[in-house]
């Protein structure tokens, strides 16, 4: 079982910049390490589905974005630490939504049901 925790969610106006983590951890780790696990990023805005928003592989060498946040938004791992990160920059009222960390083992994808682990979410919101 992997646990995820997310942190750095708030209320910031349009134009801010907000980093969001994700802590890693769980008794697997000593068995499929943290470094075996694709690491991804959701978001759920109200009344809509949950979507992509980027994701990182194993190795941290390879990223992929939603195109709403291409140019915006940079995800980042640190295999030492169990951590994974969100920086957004330049928000937009539209990227108010629930912000989920999620992880699964081996390859990338962007289907959020490959990912088998999720966090509970910390809220961004984003005043025009």
């Known amino acids: 079982q992997v646990q995820l925790v997310e942190s750095g969610g708030g209320l910031v106006q349009a134009g801010d910049s907000l980093r969001l983590s994700c802590a890693a951890s769980?008794?697997?780790?000593?068995?499929?390490?943290?470094?075996?696990?694709?690491m991804g990023w959701f978001r759920q805005a109200p009344g809509k589905e949950r979507e992509f928003v980027a994701f990182?592989?194993?190795?941290?060498?390879?990223?992929d974005y939603a195109d709403s946040v291409k140019g915006r938004f940079t995800i980042s791992r640190d295999n030492a630490k169990n951590l994974v990160y969100l920086q957004m920059n330049s928000l937009k009222p539209e990227d108010t939504a629930i912000y989920y960390c999620?992880?699964?083992?081996?390859?990338?994808?962007?289907?959020?049901?490959?990912?088998?682990?999720w966090g509970q979410g910390t809220q961004v919101t984003v005043s025009s």
């Open positions: 999620a992880a699964r083992p081996g390859p990338v994808s962007v289907l959020s049901s490959n990912y088998g682990n």
């Open positions: 769980g008794r697997t780790f000593s068995t499929l390490p943290f470094s075996f696990y694709t």
């Open positions: 990182v592989s194993t190795t941290g060498g390879t990223t």
